[in-house]
């Protein structure tokens, strides 16, 4: 499985950015996209999911109604729209995926075996 993660910049308070998650390797529609987030001392944090078959999303409650998390089936990418963005979603972003028919979605970063290799995200105040 190979993950390529991109979008991620420089942007004032109030902004938008859209991350992208390029994923191949094998067929996804078992599987659950997340991303997450890791702010310079902080550990990773969840910041939303998303399930490849069924679509069901999830979010952490920090994004909640700022951040829309969406997937092209065709195109194997799944998207991360980040709206109102605030100085403290300063981070390096990644996308991670894991195994997800008939198991619960999880949000725990130690569940999610794959990882793309992280974009930064800096909101500037």
């Known amino acids: 499985v190979q993950l390529q993660a991109s979008g991620g910049g420089l942007v004032q308070a109030g902004g938008s950015l859209r991350l992208s998650c390029a994923a191949s390797g094998r067929t996804f529609s078992d599987y659950a996209m997340g991303w997450f987030r890791q702010a310079p001392g902080k550990e990773r944090e969840f910041v939303a999911v998303?399930?490849?078959?069924?679509?069901?999303?999830y979010y952490a409650n920090s994004v909640k109604g700022r951040f829309t998390i969406s997937r092209d089936n065709a195109e194997n990418t799944v998207y991360l729209q980040m709206n109102s963005l605030k100085p403290e979603d300063t981070a390096v972003y990644y996308c991670?995926?894991?195994?997800?028919?008939?198991?619960?979605?999880?949000?725990?970063?130690?569940?999610?075996?794959?990882w793309g290799q992280g974009t930064l995200v800096t909101v500037s105040s």
């Open positions: 991670a995926v894991r195994w997800s028919r008939g198991v619960p979605v999880t949000t725990t970063p130690g569940s999610y075996p794959y």
């Open positions: 998303i399930t490849w078959g069924a679509g069901s999303t």
